[in-house]
């Protein structure tokens, strides 16, 4: 939705609006993808740098495919003096055409091939030659947070998980704002019933994006299954501020009652 890309990003609203009118996303509208996501990540670094919207937006405009930013690294040309610039990954050159050296390189071109490759193999579920293509990607592009997710992602899916836990830390170190990264390593966590570890990471999801309700839940669980009931009813009242139609709602409420009669009948 609009609000979770907002929320997710760290992208403002009207920066937001006024980038899907100059068609700077995948998708101008809902429903957004996960493209879209990497690429507001970007916008809302290169306007926290110092950029305007209209900067992006002129900009990006002029680079041909918006799809294949996602796989870009995208600074602002303070550096170079030229501050109403975006400049692709080291510099050299300009997204708006005006080039310094050589914009479009073989290695762009063969960075943003592997990245479509490794999403096409991900989503068929090959996940070892997701995970082979994703880390040629980073050869590339060293700190690209979102390969090294999609990557640990793939690891996981193929059952390496120790790899996959490195992976995630990896995005972290690159990203420590990844609220996603932080939520899915607690929940490899979780899965080796490392519960210490993953309480931490939940709770560190949840205080980087405190309307993503997704950590908030699986922290509840965590809690309950500890025996932490009072903690675990909390938490499932916060999750229903956040979603109250899901399915994960109708759970959280039968928690809730559960936890209400236990009480009572502890009281009693």
């Known amino acids: 939705s609009r609000q979770s890309l907002i929320d997710q990003s760290r992208l403002a609203g009207n920066d937001l609006d006024m980038l899907s009118l100059f068609d700077a ?30 900067a992006i937006a002129r900009s990006v405009h002029r680079s041909g495919p918006v799809a294949s930013l996602t796989a870009k690294s995208l600074n602002l040309g303070s550096q170079h003096g030229r501050p109403d610039a975006i400049y692709l990954d080291d510099g050299t050159s300009e997204l708006d055409g005006q080039l310094l050296f050589d914009l479009g390189s073989p290695e762009d071109d063969t960075l943003e091939e592997l990245f479509a490759e490794a999403e096409m193999a991900e989503e068929e579920g090959r996940h070892d030659d997701a995970a082979a293509l994703y880390q040629r990607c980073l050869a590339i592009v060293p700190k690209d947070s979102i390969a090294a997710f999609n990557r640990a992602n793939c ?10 836990a490195h992976d995630y830390a990896r995005a972290i170190k690159l990203d ?3 609220v996603e990264a932080w939520f899915n390593l607690a929940g490899l966590m979780s899965d080796q019933g490392k519960l210490v570890s993953a309480r931490r990471h939940l709770q560190k999801a949840i205080t980087l994006d405190t309307a993503y309700a997704d950590p908030v839940f699986n922290l509840a669980r965590l809690e309950f299954d500890a025996g932490n009931l009072t903690e675990a009813r909390r938490l499932w009242v916060r999750y229903l501020e956040l979603d109250a139609e899901s399915e994960w709602a109708r759970t959280a409420q039968k928690g809730i009652q559960f936890v209400d009669l236990h009480m009572a009948r502890t009281a009693g």
Do not use: M, Q, V
């Open 25 to 54: 996303f995948e998708h101008d509208g809902e429903p957004y993808s996960f493209r879209d996501l990497i690429l507001a990540r970007k916008y809302a670094g290169l306007i926290a740098s110092g950029a305007t919207w209209g």
């Open 155 to 164: 690891l996981r899916g193929a059952g390496r998980i120790a790899e996959a």
């Open 176 to 178: 420590p704002g990844f």
